[in-house]
């Protein structure tokens, strides 16, 4: 079995950590986990007063997102917070009557190269897809905060810290019990 998952780079950085730990996971747990980006950057400011006749970059992003079996959010922290594009990519998410994350599983990544690794983005992240018209069903536990992130790659932008490296193994081991025991759930 392998797990479609759409990443949701909550970067708009095309240098960004990351993406890079995205990059990392992709390969490393090819046959387990089917990872694959999917960037915010094209996405225009959410309005009310254009929700109903979204741009062809919405409607793809949503669909992308909608195709997959679980999402991964991939987190940095811009002031004590997730970055405004990424709450903007969230906003499109929740509306549309389509309800594209409710019920989906998933799980969240961070870093920042401050020594808190995206903590408190990811409360916060956590706080906002609590929403009802977002709701994912995010693994519990687990949380990934990778502080001093630009000190835990080599110059190529791969990870080479050991300890995140064995760290995010144990986390994708339980994000993959955590999906099984969900998906079943939802099917008895
Ligand atoms: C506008 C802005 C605000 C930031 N605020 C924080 C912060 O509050 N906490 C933190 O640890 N790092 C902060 N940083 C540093 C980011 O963690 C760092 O730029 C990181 O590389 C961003 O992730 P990315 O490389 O995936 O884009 C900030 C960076 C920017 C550009």
Redesign the pocket.
């Known amino acids: 079995m392998t797990i479609k998952v759409k990443a949701i780079?909550?970067?708009?950085?095309s240098?960004?950590?990351?993406?890079?730990?995205v990059e990392h996971m992709r390969s490393r747990y090819a046959g387990k986990l089917d990872i694959t980006p999917v960037f915010i950057n094209d996405l225009e400011m959410f309005s009310i007063d254009t929700e109903s006749n979204p741009s062809a970059n919405v409607v793809d992003f949503k669909n992308n997102v909608k195709d997959s079996d679980a999402v991964l959010f991939?987190v940095?922290?811009?002031?004590?917070?997730i970055?405004g594009a990424l709450k903007n990519a969230i906003d499109w998410l929740s509306r549309g009557g389509d309800y594209t994350l409710q019920n989906k599983p998933g799980f969240i990544v961070g870093?920042?190269?401050?020594?808190?690794?995206?903590i408190?983005?990811q409360i916060h992240l956590r706080e906002i897809l609590s929403n009802p018209a977002l709701a994912p069903v995010l693994l519990p536990g687990n949380e990934v905060y990778v502080?001093s992130?630009?000190e835990k790659m080599n110059e190529d932008g791969e990870l080479t810290d050991k300890a995140t490296i064995d760290f995010l193994d144990s986390v994708v081991y339980n994000f993959i019990e955590f999906y099984k025991k969900t998906t079943v759930a939802a099917n008895v």
């Open positions: 780079i909550g970067s708009t950085s240098t960004s950590f990351n993406l890079k730990i991939a940095p922290e811009y002031n004590f917070s970055p870093s920042s190269m401050g020594a808190f690794g995206s408190r983005a502080g992130v630009h």
